[in-house]
């Protein structure tokens, strides 16, 4: 065996000051460290080289020894806990973290489902039950997630059914976690026949979803624990129901607001009626006073959606749209005719405020 030279090994001169070799150390330790070479075992034999020479160079006492006697197998020389001072004087917390990163198979939570559901105008307004098919990610029922046949697991060889394995390099006790067995402590001899060893399987699952009356549309319900399973005690995911609200050919929504357009004609407006409407709960009449305009709103409180935050209804809007008679036939004509030479001006107040303003503008 070639004698090791600890100078060397941390690329510092014989005569470097204590600060040159911790920070040399630091350099190197980081560039090797197994964490940062998985699998690389030239860089796990020179990591732990790279120890053993910081141990020995960083205490002036063995520095001494070592500088006049050479190398000395470390495994009689140092204890773990030599190691341990060092380690943790240098890196504090930031290796611990690095380390407990991979190890032990932690609790997963399963993931969030979304669905998309479609209502009616009508059904977001009274509300809707359903039944939905979710195809979610759940436990196998035959292997229970362990993803073996029966029978057809063994522990871990590697690491004894532990989970973990410690690596003792030198001075340095890593404990990591099982690549054998990921962190489980045991091994498929023989995969479960039902989910062919992958622990989960996607099955449909019916879902009641209730939806409350007044949801709008683009509004997501919660529904806890229906997304795809967790494992190894992790929650499961949640299922997001959006909801996506077919538009109504008459009504339209605006908060919890409805509005309705009504055409009328203009002898309606002028004279009044009684006009057949639409509210949420069916046909329904309205008184149109005389003298009517074209625009004018209509409310019918309590006629709306639903508040879904609290108690109590929107109102419903209905907006007048006074329409002219098209293909008058003679006899119309002559009595419009009739009507217009009968015309003051009192009778069309808009149209009079108009012209003035018109005639303001020119004066
Ligand atoms: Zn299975
Ligand atoms: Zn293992």
Same mark, same amino acid.
């Given at each position: ?20 070799? #911790? ?64 380690f943790s004087d240098i890196f504090g917390n930031l290796f611990e ?29 009274? *509300? ?16 229970? *997630? ?66 409350p009356p007044g949801i709008t549309n683009g509004a997501r319900l ?16 949640d299922l997001y129901i959006e909801i996506r609200v077919k538009e ?81 036939? #003679? ?33």
């Open positions: 065996m070639t004698e090791i030279d600890y100078y060397e090994i941390l690329e510092i001169h014989k005569s470097a000051s204590n600060d040159d070799i #911790k920070s040399s150390y630091k350099r190197l330790a980081f560039e090797y460290h197994p964490d940062r070479n998985p699998g690389n075992s030239n860089a796990e034999e020179k990591f732990k080289v790279i120890n053993e020479a910081y141990q020995t160079l960083s205490n002036p006492d063995k520095r001494a020894r070592y500088d006049s006697f050479g190398h000395i197998s470390s495994e009689n020389m140092f204890s773990e806990q030599d190691f341990e001072a060092g973290e690095v380390f407990n990163a991979g190890q032990r198979q932690r609790a997963e939570r399963g993931s969030d489902l979304k669905y998309s559901l479609e209502l009616s105008f009508e059904e977001s307004l009274e *509300g809707a039950q359903r039944e939905i098919s979710i195809p979610r990610r759940t436990l196998c029922d035959v292997c229970e *997630g362990s993803g073996a046949a029966e029978g057809g697991e063994a522990v871990c060889h590697t690491c004894r059914g532990r989970g973990e394995l410690r690596y003792t390099q030198g001075f340095i006790a890593i404990k990591r976690q099982c690549s054998t067995c990921r962190g489980s402590g045991k091994i498929i001899t023989e995969a479960c026949g039902f989910c062919s060893g992958n622990k989960f399987t996607v099955s449909e699952h019916t879902v009641r979803v209730k939806v919660r529904v806890r624990g229906e997304g795809d399973s967790g494992f190894m005690g992790g929650l499961n995911g109504h050919p008459l009504f339209r929504r605006e908060g919890h607001d409805l509005y309705l357009n009504v055409p009328i004609g203009f002898v309606q407006a002028a004279l009044g009626d009684e006009v057949e409407i639409l509210t949420p709960k069916g046909l329904s009449t309205i008184k149109i006073p005389p003298g009517t305009q074209s625009g004018q709103n209509f409310r019918l409180k309590g006629k709306g959606a639903p508040k879904l935050e609290g108690r109590g209804m929107g109102d419903l809007y209905i907006q007048v749209e006074v329409r002219v008679p098209v293909k008058l036939s #003679k006899k119309q004509k002559l009595i419009l005719e009739e009507f217009a030479k009968a015309s003051e001006e009192k009778n069309q107040p808009a149209v009079k405020r108009f012209l003035d303003k018109l005639q303001g503008l020119f004066n």
